[in-house]
């Protein structure tokens, strides 16, 4: 029988001869994307695209411009010149709302919940846009305004189960760990069932069990629920592990795109990352 050192090479070999995944179908295309502040660019004539079920990863240096090409896909920012096309519409400027409506759901960099409340109401937030009565008749909690709260709340024990956070489900937000919080800002973010959801550093801060929880949630979350997702990361290691293709940006300017094995062997990212000038 072959040892465990011996079955661990097999097993890394096999991970490293599997096909690479193949989309067909464009979910979202960014194209010529320009953003001032000023007279300062954050994003010079950026394009790319997302593929429908991919795990899209934005990457680059500090300050390259990644935050805000987020801002942009959910309309949190206009661009000055550029579109974006989400499932075959064209569009240039659209509100957060809008977007949240459209099925686009974001994550933050700063943990964005209400640290108030318990971790199952923060998740029930991502259930509002799905609400067919107003907050007035919601505020009733009878007849059918009760069962459609029960409904809702139904679907978001499902994602509580899901990402493993029963035993603080009616804590209250503020008390939990870092770690924690990123994963309940992850379940509101699933309660809007997008069909794209953009994450900002989902494992910045954490430790490294953390992150290994983290990555395995965000692919069962792509495989299980079909959920495209793009993301921004730092963690290298992370993004050419999960990742489908990867877009690099440097100084608001795209800088590569391709596999992460096209993207790790560009001498022009590696540059970048060191610190190399020219």
Not at 50 to 75: C, D, F, H, T, Y
Not at 134 to 146: F, H, I, T
Not at 188 to 196: N, S, V
Request: glycine content about 8%; some cysteine; charged content about 25%.
């Amino acid at each position: 029988m072959p040892d465990a050192s011996q079955t661990a090479a097999s097993d890394e070999q096999a991970a490293a001869e599997a096909p690479a995944r193949r989309f067909a179908e464009t979910l979202l295309e960014v194209q010529n994307i320009t953003l001032r502040f000023g007279g300062v660019k954050a994003l010079t004539d950026i394009s790319f695209d997302i593929k429908k079920g991919e795990i899209r990863a934005i990457i680059g240096p500090n300050g390259a411009g990644k935050s805000s090409m987020l801002n942009v896909i959910n309309g949190f920012y206009t661009p000055q010149e550029g579109t974006i096309s989400f499932k075959g519409k064209l569009r240039k400027a659209m509100r957060p709302h809008e977007a949240a409506k459209n099925g686009i759901a974001r994550t933050f960099q700063n943990i964005a919940l209400f640290k108030g409340m318990s971790t199952l109401d923060n998740i029930m937030t991502g259930r509002l846009l799905k609400m067919k009565s107003n907050l007035l008749l919601q505020a009733l909690y009878w007849g059918p305004n009760l069962r459609e709260e029960t409904e809702h709340r139904a679907f978001c024990e499902r994602i509580i189960d899901f990402l493993e956070i029963q035993a603080i489900r009616k804590t209250p937000v503020g008390k939990l760990p870092y770690g924690l919080q990123k994963r309940v800002e992850l379940a509101r973010a699933l309660a809007m069932e997008p069909e794209l959801l953009l994450l900002d550093e989902p494992m910045a801060g954490m430790n490294v069990e953390e992150k290994e929880d983290m990555c395995r949630f965000i692919l069962d979350v792509n495989e299980e629920f079909g959920t495209t997702i793009a993301l921004i990361e730092h963690d290298m290691g992370v993004v050419m592990d999960i990742s489908d293709r990867v877009v690099v940006l440097d100084y608001g300017r795209k800088l590569a795109d391709g596999t992460p094995d096209e993207v790790r062997g560009n001498q022009a990212v590696i540059d970048a990352y060191l610190g190399v000038s020219h």
